[in-house]
């Protein structure tokens, strides 16, 4: 809990009229920097030291969630301006969407293969070699050709299904509007986060000042206990000095001179009482300027603690936000990702499909038959020749 400023007890304890050794530090500035030690602010934010104070728990444990882990600046290694946790959230996001468009390309290269491949195959299915080729093995060999226009077609098929199932889907996920709420959020944090480089600044200002009214209040005390020590003993000098002239004079000069001395000392009284009386003025008014010093801090500290606390609220609300987006990306990716692998099993599918005629034919590949028609076809005659008769 912070020291309070709210009562002049605070500033006016006896103790600050007490004398004090040079260097000697006020129960108050003691008491605040007791407690300063026990947290550090770093630009601007302010954090328990290690090992103070009630061990921190997570707002969500085991989750590594973005609300626990991104309140710190990130340190440059090149010397640069820090990161805040909230801007390297945010260039995960706009890496997200990057990495989102580098794969709808990657897929946009992967379906011009594809529809490079059909228009291949389609091409080569017309091939007028081995038109020639007779029999059972002809026929394979026309069906191998069919086959290839046909699987150019299951191609040009998955080339086509890819584009609008997962090209485009993983292209347009996201519109622009998305680098638009990403830059409001962005704007939103950082906002929060100059309102509190503004009361801190208050703070170290107020903080300041109230270090210089304490220190112009011990001034003045100790310049009151050095003219109460003066004073006591010049009259006791004086006292001293009375005394032994009043031995030496004779009664009528001696009662002369008690009047003279009274008058003396009355005068002499009364000057040193007006002199304590302004510096007594001057240690109240000094009393109440740090008292009001010390109001002012407390001021501060109230309005950078519930800035502090808002931009708190903000950031573990926001990272929430862009931690759910995050799961929707990877969601969106993986849905997409397995379509694909979906849409490539299939087209395996329908490519075995065409295939399954030219294996049949191949297996009905007869190499005896095949001569019988070739010979049925091409035969010259089945008389054999004899010998030559005399």
């Given at each position: 809990?912070?020291?309070?400023f709210?009562?002049?007890?605070s500033?006016?304890?006896?103790?600050y009229?007490?004398p004090?050794a040079?260097?000697?530090v006020?129960?108050?500035?003691?008491?605040i920097r007791?407690?300063?030690?026990?947290?550090?602010?770093?630009n601007?934010?302010?954090?328990p030291?290690?090992g103070?104070?009630?061990?921190?728990?997570?707002?969500?444990?085991?989750?590594?969630?973005?609300?626990?882990?991104?309140?710190?600046?990130k340190?440059?290694?090149?010397?640069g301006?820090?990161?805040?946790g909230?801007e390297i959230?945010?260039q995960?996001?706009?890496?997200?969407?990057q990495?989102q468009?580098e794969?709808?390309?990657?897929?946009?290269e992967?379906i011009?293969?594809e529809?490079?491949?059909?228009?291949?195959?389609?091409?080569?299915?017309?091939?007028?070699?081995?038109?020639?080729?007779?029999?059972?093995?002809?026929?394979?060999?026309?069906?191998?050709?069919?086959?290839?226009h046909?699987?150019?077609?299951?191609?040009?098929?998955?080339?086509?299904?890819?584009?609008?199932?997962?090209?485009?889907?993983?292209?347009?996920?996201?519109s622009?509007?998305?680098?638009?709420?990403l830059k409001k959020?962005?704007?939103?944090?950082?906002d929060?986060?100059?309102?509190?480089?503004?009361?801190?600044?208050?703070?170290?200002?107020?903080?300041k000042?109230?270090?210089?009214r304490?220190?112009?209040?011990?001034?003045?005390t100790?310049?009151?206990?050095?003219?109460?020590?003066?004073?006591?003993?010049?009259?006791?000098?004086?006292?001293?000095?009375?005394?032994?002239?009043a031995g030496?004079s004779?009664t009528?000069?001696?009662?002369?001179?008690n009047?003279?001395?009274?008058?003396?000392t009355?005068?002499?009284?009364?000057?040193?009482?007006?002199?304590?009386?302004?510096?007594?003025t001057?240690?109240?008014?000094a009393?109440?300027?740090?008292?009001?010093?010390?109001?002012?801090?407390?001021?501060?500290?109230d309005?950078?603690n519930?800035?502090q606390s808002?931009w708190?609220?903000e950031?573990?609300?926001?990272s929430?936000?862009?931690?759910?987006?995050?799961v929707?990306?990877?969601?969106w990716?993986?849905?997409?990702?397995?379509?694909?692998?979906?849409?490539?099993?299939?087209?395996d599918?329908?490519?075995?499909s065409?295939?399954e005629n030219?294996d049949?034919?191949?297996r009905?590949?007869?190499?005896?038959?095949d001569?019988?028609?070739?010979?049925?076809?091409?035969k010259?005659?089945?008389v054999?020749?004899?010998?030559?008769?005399?």
């Amino acid at each position: 809990m912070e020291a309070s400023f709210d009562t002049e007890e605070s500033f006016d304890d006896p103790s600050y009229l007490a004398p004090q050794a040079p260097g000697a530090v006020s129960p108050a500035r003691r008491q605040i920097r007791e407690i300063k030690e026990t947290r550090i602010t770093v630009n601007c934010v302010t954090f328990p030291l290690p090992g103070e104070g009630p061990e921190q728990q997570l707002l969500k444990p085991n989750d590594w969630s973005y609300c626990d882990y991104f309140w710190a600046d990130k340190k440059d290694p090149q010397g640069g301006a820090c990161m805040p946790g909230f801007e390297i959230l945010l260039q995960k996001q706009l890496k997200g969407k990057q990495m989102q468009k580098e794969m709808s390309e990657f897929v946009h290269e992967r379906i011009k293969i594809e529809e490079e491949y059909a228009k291949n195959l389609s091409k080569l299915s017309l091939s007028p070699l081995a038109a020639q080729e007779e029999g059972t093995v002809g026929e394979a060999w026309i069906q191998l050709k069919k086959s290839l226009h046909d699987e150019a077609e299951v191609h040009l098929k998955f080339s086509n299904k890819l584009h609008s199932e997962v090209e485009k889907p993983m292209l347009t996920f996201r519109s622009d509007h998305f680098k638009k709420d990403l830059k409001k959020y962005d704007h939103h944090i950082a906002d929060l986060r100059k309102q509190l480089a503004s009361r801190y600044a208050g703070v170290e200002k107020a903080r300041k000042a109230l270090a210089d009214r304490q220190k112009d209040l011990e001034v003045k005390t100790q310049q009151l206990e050095v003219k109460l020590s003066n004073k006591t003993e010049e009259d006791i000098k004086k006292a001293r000095r009375k005394s032994t002239q009043a031995g030496q004079s004779h009664t009528h000069t001696q009662k002369h001179t008690n009047t003279h001395t009274h008058t003396h000392t009355h005068t002499h009284t009364h000057t040193h009482t007006h002199t304590h009386t302004h510096t007594h003025t001057h240690i109240k008014k000094a009393r109440r300027k740090s008292t009001q010093a010390g109001d002012d801090l407390m001021r501060s500290l109230d309005l950078y603690n519930q800035t502090q606390s808002k931009w708190f609220e903000e950031m573990v609300t926001t990272s929430m936000e862009l931690e759910k987006l995050e799961v929707d990306r990877i969601e969106w990716i993986q849905q997409h990702l397995r379509q694909y692998t979906t849409l490539r099993h299939e087209t395996d599918m329908f490519n075995q499909s065409t295939i399954e005629n030219v294996d049949q034919l191949l297996r009905a590949v007869d190499p005896a038959k095949d001569r019988d028609l070739w010979v049925k076809e091409h035969k010259t005659g089945d008389v054999r020749p004899i010998d030559l008769d005399i």
